[in-house]
């Protein structure tokens, strides 16, 4: 028995040091106890699960009002929203967010922390069946176990690129190497045949919106739909995938919500000039501003709100 109980110790001896090196660099600040890396050299973590770094941040240090959606809503400068509004305004959005993902987050913040002002980021490319994961349970699986937390191979990659980072001041590049042009070129034929290649209305998906809807005005919830626009090279591509009718009919469905609901994906300044966009999906700093001063400033030019 007692050979037993040693070996036992020898073989967990490995598992509790690792648990001590990531209670210590805590890369995502999932206790929260230990502050020995600096704020910058964690920006590593963030950007290899921006997920999972962001849903622990808000749990935190939560915040009433909230930024939902995929790397397109993250060009919203939420310092320009926080100063014309003068309120906390804290990001939960990822790369290739889904909407039952953005659904599910958004309950999950509003369970931590009454929400009075949700944004959400949306376009009718995330308005379809094949639109689909499922990354954010298994996060609240990992936020509430601590061993998932410790062993997560994100948490163990995250370690390396974290102290890489502290010690030698090396930062992850996620930057193409593609040029402009080269990359605008590469969206254009593969992701929009990813995005348009196969569709399907997503009635759980329209359920699901409709009940959001529901949920935030019973519970005086300020809801905000932006429609983030592209290219009109990309929304071409979505003509030639004869897709032009459910983008109508996806449109016409926000413009039935009680939810405040500006659309800028449209034929207008912005859409047709390719300085606007850094590639044919995301449009730049620029026009981020843009749209905060326009909607939080109360002043439509571009952006039209959709209405019944």
Not at 234 to 248: A, D, R
Request: glycine share 2%.
């Amino acid at each position: 028995m007692k050979k037993f109980i040693k070996t036992s110790i020898f073989f967990l001896i490995p598992f509790l040091i690792w648990a001590v090196i990531v209670f210590s660099i805590d890369p995502f600040n999932y206790f929260n106890k230990i502050h020995i890396i600096e704020k910058t050299a964690k920006t590593n973590a963030e950007n290899l699960n921006t997920l999972l770094f962001r849903t622990i941040n808000f749990i935190n240090s939560p915040t009433e009002n909230i930024l939902i959606g995929d790397s397109r809503t993250n060009s919203l400068p939420n310092n320009l929203i926080e100063e014309i509004t003068n309120k906390k305004f804290k990001k939960l959005n990822t790369n290739a967010a889904k909407l039952n993902e953005i659904f599910e987050l958004f309950y999950l913040a509003n369970n931590i922390n009454k929400i009075n002002q949700v944004v959400i980021g949306i376009n009718f490319n995330m308005f379809n069946k094949f639109s689909y994961e499922n990354r954010v349970k298994k996060i609240k699986r990992v936020i509430k176990n601590p061993v998932l937390y410790i062993f997560n191979k994100d948490v163990v990659e995250a370690c390396f690129y974290v102290i890489r980072s502290q010690l030698f001041n090396i930062n992850l590049n996620s930057k193409s190497l593609l040029s402009k042009e080269e990359f605008w070129k590469w969206t254009l034929e593969t992701k929009a045949n990813h995005w348009y290649g196969k569709y399907e209305f997503p009635e759980k998906t329209y359920r699901d919106l409709i009940k959001l809807d529901d949920f935030s005005k019973k519970n005086n919830i300020e809801l905000i739909f932006i429609i983030v626009p592209h290219h009109n090279d990309f929304h071409q591509k979505l003509v030639e995938f004869g897709l032009t009718e459910m983008e109508f009919k996806f449109k016409k469905i926000m413009s039935s919500l009680n939810a405040k609901v500006y659309d800028y994906d449209y034929f207008n300044r912005i859409t047709i000039d390719k300085n606007n966009f850094t590639d044919p999906i995301h449009y730049n700093d620029s026009i981020g501003e843009l749209i905060v001063n326009e909607i939080w400033g109360d002043n439509l030019i571009v952006g039209r709100k959709l209405m019944n």
